[in-house]
Structures are given as structure tokens and as C-alpha cells.
């Protein structure tokens, strides 16, 4: 089962800000927090990732609360091209090895 | 540079048909996965290599679901005596760190979308 809750369903109006929560609080102290997302008959794409810190590249920041429970992925500016299913992920340990585990991920839809 | 390819992009058999779906990892990357996906589902791990050595293959659903890489490059998923019920998306996705780092991305292929009729 994956180690992370995600709301089902968001929409956001173009141009304005995304938020997505995601709630990991099982996560351990070595565990990542990754977000990728997947469009409509591709597969996932890595969007941002993080261990304590919050993180921004060119596509998103990732906001992580102090205590690592939870976090939020924030697209500043959504597009409708930002229209996809996005998945909060933690990296967990299988036997010495770090197996990614999705679950249902949040369908968000960007509308005009 | 090219990206995780993988063929065919989609494959329709008959029930009881065997099957087999490739994938091209990113040249050099060290880690592959092979994940199904299900309609309206998020991708479920089937299986993990470390360069030609299969580490994990836990989420394999039976014994005849095989998968293997036996150079450390391309890999293929082979099913047996398809059912119904295989009928998916085959993920496949590689990285460049060894799998025992949880600080890697994985990069994804588009997917072979199997039809079991």
C-alpha cells in the first residue's frame, strides 16, 4: 500500500496558483518526498523531490512541514497544460532497495 | 538524448497467447522498473533490476509474468497464457543511481498498453 494520502480530485482556474496537498505521516527520517505527474496516455514525469527542505526548480516548489508529515506541491501559475494526474511518492526500502510506490494521485484540472 | 523507449506502444492478444514487451532504458542508467497500470489506477511495482541482476520481484501477480536483462540494458516483460485480467498499461522506468539510494528520479517510458481479448 502506498505510504501517502492524496485528495482524489482538485480544480484550479488558470494562471492561478495549484496547491496540492499530499500526508505522509509514516514517512521515516531518510525517506524522499517525490512528486511526478502523468498525462493522458504517457507515463509519469518527475516534477520535484525533497528530504526536509522546500525545494523550487522551473516547474514547481515543494512545501514540507517541519515535522515531514505532510507537504505541498505548488504550480505558481497552472496551465491547462498542467491538466494531469500528479502523484506524491515516498521512496521505500524493500530488501536494500528503494522501490517507488504509487498510489491513486490527485486528477487535477486546470480550467479557462 | 533519447528518453526510456519501449515497444510496442500497444499490443492486443488473445486469451492464452503469450506475450512479450521490451523496453530501452536511458543508455548508462544503472536501475530499471517495470510497473502495470491499471484503468483509473496508479502504477503498481512489479519488478526492480540493479544493472542484469533482478533484485525485487515481488509484484509479480504469478508465475507467469517473467522478466529479465541479461546484458544490463534492455529489458523485457514476458507474460504466459494471457488472461483477461492482464490487459494494462506496462510502465517501464530506469534511473541512474543504484536502487539503494532514495535520492534518484526515475524516468518513464509511455508505455505498451496490452489488450487481452
Known amino acids: 500500500d502506498a505510504k501517502t494520502t492524496q485528495p482524489p480530485s482538485m480544480d484550479c482556474a488558470e494562471g492561478r496558483a495549484a496547491n496540492l496537498p499530499c500526508n505522509h505521516s509514516?514517512?521515516?527520517?531518510?525517506?524522499?518526498v517525490y512528486w511526478y505527474r502523468q498525462i493522458h496516455s504517457q507515463g509519469p514525469q518527475y516534477i520535484i523531490h525533497?528530504?526536509?527542505n522546500n525545494e523550487t526548480n522551473e516547474m514547481a516548489s515543494l512545501i514540507i512541514t517541519e515535522d515531514r508529515k505532510s507537504s505541498t506541491l505548488i504550480l505558481p501559475h497552472a496551465t491547462l497544460r498542467d491538466t494531469a494526474v500528479y502523484y506524491c511518492?515516498?521512496?521505500?526500502?524493500?530488501?536494500?532497495?528503494?522501490?517507488?510506490?504509487f498510489g491513486r494521485g490527485t486528477s487535477l484540472i486546470v480550467h479557462p | 538524448g533519447a528518453g526510456v523507449s519501449q515497444s510496442p506502444r500497444y499490443k492486443v492478444a488473445k486469451r492464452g497467447q503469450d506475450v512479450a514487451l521490451r523496453c530501452d532504458p536511458i543508455?548508462?542508467?544503472?536501475?530499471l522498473f517495470w510497473y502495470q497500470q491499471a484503468l483509473g489506477q496508479g502504477p503498481e511495482f512489479l519488478t526492480y533490476?540493479?544493472?542484469?541482476?533482478?533484485?525485487?520481484k515481488s509484484g509479480l501477480p504469478s508465475d507467469r509474468f517473467f522478466a529479465e536483462r541479461p546484458e544490463g540494458s534492455v529489458s523485457t516483460l514476458k507474460i504466459q497464457r494471457t488472461q483477461q485480467e492482464d490487459s494494462a498499461v506496462y510502465l517501464c522506468?530506469?534511473?541512474?543511481?543504484?536502487?539503494?539510494?532514495?535520492?534518484?528520479?526515475?524516468?518513464f517510458g509511455s508505455g505498451t498498453q496490452l489488450s487481452v481479448l
Open positions: 522506468a530506469s534511473s541512474l543511481a543504484l536502487g539503494g539510494r532514495g535520492d534518484e528520479k526515475l524516468f
Open positions: 509514516t514517512i521515516s527520517g531518510n525517506e524522499y
Open positions: 525533497g528530504l526536509k
Open positions: 511518492i515516498v521512496r521505500e526500502t524493500s530488501g536494500g532497495s528503494y522501490i517507488p510506490t
Open positions: 543508455s548508462g542508467h544503472v536501475s
Open positions: 533490476f540493479q544493472n542484469e541482476a533482478q533484485l525485487d
